[in-house]
Every structure is written in C-alpha cells, then in structure tokens.
C-alpha cells in the first residue's frame, strides 16, 4: 500500500528563517503530488502541485517544492517564512492510474514565531 | 473560501447510533470525495462518488456508505457508531474530467464525537 510520510511533526522558527519540510513516499509507479496547508481555523488548501516536467515548482506564497524521484522525495521549502506561514503542512501523493485516491501524510504543524 | 460547503459543523453521537453528514459542491464540479481525519493525522481517503456512483473506496468498512444527487451534492451515512469514528469528516470536490479527478478544494468539515 502507498504510505507518505512526513519527517517533522512540529517545526517552530523565527520569522526569516529559511523552512524545509521533508516528505517521501513509497509508491513505485508514477505520480502526482502535492502540498496542502491549513491555516488555523480555515479548511485545507492547495499549495503546489506537481504532475510533470520541471521538477523544480513554484507555488503560493513564495513556496517551492522539489520532486526527486530517485529519493521517492517532494520537499515543501520557503527561504524566508512569515508569522502568516503559522500553519498545519500535509504532503500527499496520488496513482495517476488511479487518481481518485489521494494519500496524505500525518501533516507537520509549523509555529512561526514573530 | 472555497465553495464547498458541509452540514453539521460539529455533532455527537453515542455509540451504535447512525449518523449523516452532508456536503455541497462547489459550482460546476462533478466529483465528490471524503475523507476522514482523526486527531494528529493525515486525512484518510473514505471514497469518491462520480456521477451519482461510487468511483473508488479507501479501507473503510461497508457501514460507511455515501451518495450523490443529481445536482452533484453529496451524504456520508455513518451506521453503528463506534467510538474510534470520533474525527473530523472532510468533503472536497473537483471537477473530473475523463480519467483525471482534478484539484480537489475541500469544506470545512464535520467534528463528530462518538461518546
């Protein structure tokens, strides 16, 4: 079975540190993956995304994610995060032969402190 | 704000009792999914319901059973509570186009305590 799993469960920075969340995930086949963030009291929402081509991808609010796909790896990164950025980070990961099931990781709460 | 709107916000039930948890898409999508979260996890994949069928199912056991309407709105029908099913019940839609589920935008979910 597809299990991601999500190195840090909780990360507390200082505003302008540099932030990378590490993800990985165990399917072999092809995917598409993800980056979801849900800010305190809001619902989950769509961070970046990657299906193909540049592995290298750009998303909202300054983030970037890498997909290296010898390591089975998608890192969230920011260089410089904010107190806004105070948030819960789940990676997750989708078959595209069977897109209809997304596997999230347990998520990484991030505590940026002002 | 996404669009996609769930009913009730927060619920508790006791064990045995049925539950059912509703959820509205958001304009012009086609494809319901749920999911549940427990406390300090990931949400996990409940099922998909496309064009007024089930479309796929993640391990959940037959007494968690859905529908879709026509007007693509969906129910999560929960029989026998049992206490672990004390989570945060999440519903996205998206608009599926042949094979491709689509970006999937989630409500605000159902808090339901089982006591």
């Known amino acids: 079975a597809q299990s991601v799993s999500q190195h840090n469960h909780h990360v507390i920075l200082s505003e302008a540190a540099s932030l990378e969340l590490g993800c990985n995930y165990s399917y072999g086949g092809t995917v598409n993956l993800f980056w979801y963030v849900q800010y305190p009291g809001q619902h989950l929402q769509l961070l970046l995304k990657y299906f193909s081509g540049d592995p290298l991808v750009k998303g909202i609010k300054g983030f970037e994610a890498e997909f290296i796909k010898s390591k089975f790896s998608f890192n969230l990164r920011k260089p410089s995060v904010q107190w806004s950025d105070t948030a819960e980070y789940f990676c997750?990961?989708?078959?595209?032969?069977?897109?209809?099931?997304?596997?999230f990781g347990a998520g990484t709460t991030v505590t940026v402190r002002a | 704000e996404t669009g996609v709107t769930q009913s009730p916000t927060h619920l508790i039930k006791t064990r045995g009792q049925q539950v059912t948890l509703r959820c509205s898409s958001q304009?012009?999508?086609?494809?319901v999914s749920w999911y549940q979260q427990a406390l300090g996890q990931g949400p996990q994949f409940i099922f998909q319901?496309?064009?007024?069928?089930?479309?796929g199912r993640g391990n959940f056991p037959p007494r968690f059973s859905g529908l879709q309407f026509p007007n693509y709105s969906s129910e999560l029908n929960v029989n026998a509570l049992e206490l672990d099913d004390s989570a945060l019940y999440l519903c996205a839609s998206s608009l599926r186009v042949t094979s491709n589920t689509g970006e999937l935008f989630f409500g605000e979910g159902s808090r339901l305590t089982v006591l």
């Open positions: 997750a990961v989708n078959e595209r032969s069977n897109d209809y099931k997304l596997s």
């Open positions: 304009s012009g999508h086609n494809t």
């Open positions: 319901y496309y064009r007024e069928e089930e479309n």
